[in-house]
């Protein structure tokens, strides 16, 4: 696996720990669908969280939340309703989408979680 993935896939495996931490209980990672790709899907009680996972090894160019663009934004609110189509027991749960920026070598990294970064209204 190329070294960006594995590092991708790290970061991944650090927020949902962190996440599972903080309250949220674990339904998937790396959900895809042709629309996009979910990075990871939890619930906190019956609120369905979608998180988008952010890792930078530096902050000098960008923040990791800074990463994030407005068509990006958009395949993850597509992938989400494809998501909720296909789990009907999200269907009329209320979903909210987080965002974890992480920076630094895995081993030290720092963490910042952002719930309820964004809504599918504003995009």
């Not at 495996?13 to 895809?32: F, K, Q």
């Not at 990075?39 to 369905?48: E, F, G, Q, R």
């Not at 090894?57 to 939340?65: D, E, G, Q």
């Not at 296909?86 to 070598?105: C, K, L, Q, T």
């Amino acid at each position: 696996m190329a070294e960006h993935l594995e590092s991708g896939r790290g970061a991944e495996r650090l927020a949902r720990t962190r996440l599972e931490r903080g309250g949220l209980s674990w339904i998937a990672s790396n959900y895809r669908c042709r629309l996009g790709e979910l990075d990871l899907v939890m619930s906190d009680d019956a609120t369905l969280v979608v998180v988008e996972v952010r890792y930078r090894r530096s902050t000098r160019l960008m923040n990791p939340c800074e990463s994030l663009t407005a068509p990006k934004l958009r395949r993850v609110a597509l992938a989400t309703r494809h998501f909720v189509q296909r789990h009907h027991r999200w269907r009329e749960a209320p979903v909210r989408f987080d965002v974890v920026g992480i920076h630094g070598p895995l081993n030290d990294a720092r963490m910042n979680w952002i719930r309820g970064a964004f809504t599918i209204d504003n995009l």
